[in-house]
């Protein structure tokens, strides 16, 4: 039968001795974590193993021996290390052995208990496998989307059978880190974690971060208790999603698997891309006076705004496109439309000399980060185009209401009326008088309908404008929370941090010698990278179908397509 060794290439070139690891019996696998050198003295090497066991909760144990050999094989040394089998007693006992300056490796894995009682030599064949311990200890295995290409005498695993090699060189992280067992009376040879200094430093800075944290939750709290006020605005809700960020991060609970550590260091990236964009952003403002220039500019623009807004009112008061509207209900439409804008612009100059004002205060709110400038900006937007919302309002119900008569007196027509209690349409009988009062109602409603349609789709037209522009700002907003940056980055510098699988790469297959692989990390793609660490975020989306829009828009229900998004914590 064959076995699996795994074995460490940062161990390759250590010098002789015991092999420590854990054996996997389910996939008859070992997998070794270090190699114990001479001399050593084997109660010290078992009260290690005991010492690592209890940190760990890893079965640790000795595998086998390892030897690296001079030119001349040392035939001392090598009945030594058959020796050792019978003190440490592991079933099956491996014997790897290179010869130093040369690529030949030999590799035996014996049972002494089943050859006790056969009489006979029991022997398997050993498939060696190198892997990075490093690489493999700061990797989390993900299940792939989708099987990894394979390249040219490669062969790719699948992710069901290397979850306990992944799980058993991160438990045995102790053993690699702790100075302790390296100080000791037994040395070791596995891979080293470097910058010990830094390591001091993070140590402390994780100690002075409890208090800090704790007092910033506090504060927090304090905080999001006294927004609780629900409102509609988009700058209330960024600011109530930041603060679910803020406490998130600086919340003194322990994450309680690597997806929350993940998603609390995409917040902490999130949250300082957004401030320094802002920052960027008020610097720009407040250089060469362009709050002043934006401010001149904004009267203006809102007059000229105005005066297209009053042509085209103009224009719908005549013949639009050459079409025979009612001219009493046009004219009367086209004044009531008229006087809101009057009444706009003049409340526009009346604000005029607090504008810079406002624009200086609001310009300082991007400190708070770029996505509140962005919601203010939205908020803004939909005040400046408030009289383009009422008149699409004013259109929509009238529009609605003359649709929803017609139908209402088409079914009289036809011997039907709706039934307000069962929610359907029954049948109904009317007398002479009631049909000749509906016939009067619905012939002045088809004619009244055309004057009437085509105001409420100039302005449904001119609200749609809004709302896209101001939905293009919430999907950047949107775009801005939810990017998993940290994620990313870890992708982009550090692939193998994300892992999908894992490929093997032949490096001897030779007859006579034992196969040798490469084992190497297959990156997680960038897609499911996004799907898997997407933060949750209070942008918007369409709250309808695009065919239930359509049928609203038709029949002049008032239609708010953007709302904000609740996201569930997972």
Not at 91 to 109: I, M, V
Request: aromatic content about 10%.
């Amino acid at each position: 039968m064959v076995l699996k060794a795994f074995f460490p290439t940062c161990c390759a070139s250590a010098d002789s001795g015991l092999l420590v690891g854990r054996w996997v019996p389910g996939q008859r696998s070992a997998v070794i974590l270090a190699v114990v050198h001479f001399p050593f003295i084997p109660i010290q090497v078992k009260e290690l193993l005991a010492q690592v066991q209890k940190a760990s909760q890893v079965q640790v144990a000795v595998l086998g021996t390892w030897c690296y050999r001079q030119q001349e094989p040392e035939e001392s040394l090598g009945n030594f290390l058959e020796g050792l089998g019978a003190i440490f007693s592991h079933d099956p006992w491996l014997q790897l052995c290179r010869e130093r300056g040369t690529r030949l490796w030999s590799c035996k894995a014996s049972y002494h208990q089943m050859a006790n009682t056969l009489d006979t030599p029991t022997e398997d064949q050993v498939m060696l496998i190198f892997y990075d311990q490093r690489k493999l200890l700061l990797s989390w295995l993900h299940p792939p989307p989708v099987l990894p290409d394979c390249q040219v005498g490669d062969t790719t695993a699948s992710t069901g059978g290397l979850a306990d090699i992944f799980d058993t060189v991160a438990r045995s992280e102790i053993l690699f880190r702790n100075d302790q067992f390296d100080e000791g009376p037994v040395r070791l040879s596995h891979w080293q974690s470097e910058g010990v200094e830094a390591s001091i430093l993070v140590e402390l800075a994780k100690r002075a971060s409890g208090p800090v944290c704790l007092l910033l939750a506090s504060l927090l709290s304090l905080i999001s208790a006294a927004s609780a006020c629900r409102s509609k605005l988009s700058t209330c809700e960024q600011l109530r999603h930041r603060l679910k960020h803020l406490s998130f991060i600086f919340s003194t609970e322990k994450a309680q698997s690597p997806m929350q550590l993940m998603r609390k260091a995409n917040m902490l990236v999130s949250v300082l891309l957004d401030v320094a964009l802002g920052l960027l952003l008020l610097s720009w403002l407040h250089s060469n006076n362009r709050i002043g220039q934006l401010a001149n500019a904004l009267v203006p623009v809102a007059d000229h705004v105005a005066e297209e807004l009053q042509y085209l009112l103009q224009w719908l008061m005549g013949a639009p496109a050459g079409l025979k509207m009612n001219r009493a209900l046009d004219q009367v439409l086209g004044r009531f439309f008229l006087y809101h804008i009057h009444l706009w612009i003049s409340y526009i100059h009346l604000m005029s000399p607090f504008i810079e004002h406002i624009l200086w205060h609001v310009g300082l709110s991007a400190c708070l980060g770029l996505t509140v400038a962005l919601s203010i900006f939205s908020d803004i937007i939909a005040l400046l185009t408030f009289h383009i919302y009422c008149f699409y309002v004013y259109g929509a119900r009238l529009y609605c209401l003359k649709i929803y008569g017609l139908s209402s007196l088409w079914r009289l027509f036809r011997g039907k009326k709706w039934n307000v209690l069962r929610q359907r349409v029954d049948s109904c009988s009317y007398d002479l008088d009631q049909l000749f009062i509906g016939t009067l109602l619905f012939t002045i409603l088809v004619f009244l309908l055309p004057t009437t349609a085509l105001y409420y789709l100039v302005f449904t037209l001119l609200r749609l404008l809004v709302i896209t522009v101001q939905g293009l700002i919430h999907l950047l907003v949107d775009l801005i929370n939810s990017l998993p940056l940290y994620s990313l980055g870890l992708r982009l510098c550090r692939p193998y941090r994300l892992a999908a699988g894992v490929k093997f790469r032949v490096l001897e297959k030779e007859a006579g010698r034992p196969l040798r692989l490469l084992m190497q990390i297959n990156p997680l793609p960038y897609s499911h990278v996004m799907h898997t660490y997407r933060l949750p975020s209070c942008g918007c989306h369409p709250k309808h179908s695009w065919g239930t829009l359509c049928r609203k828009l038709f029949f002049g229900e008032l239609i708010y397509p953007w709302r904000q998004r609740e996201d569930k914590q997972d």
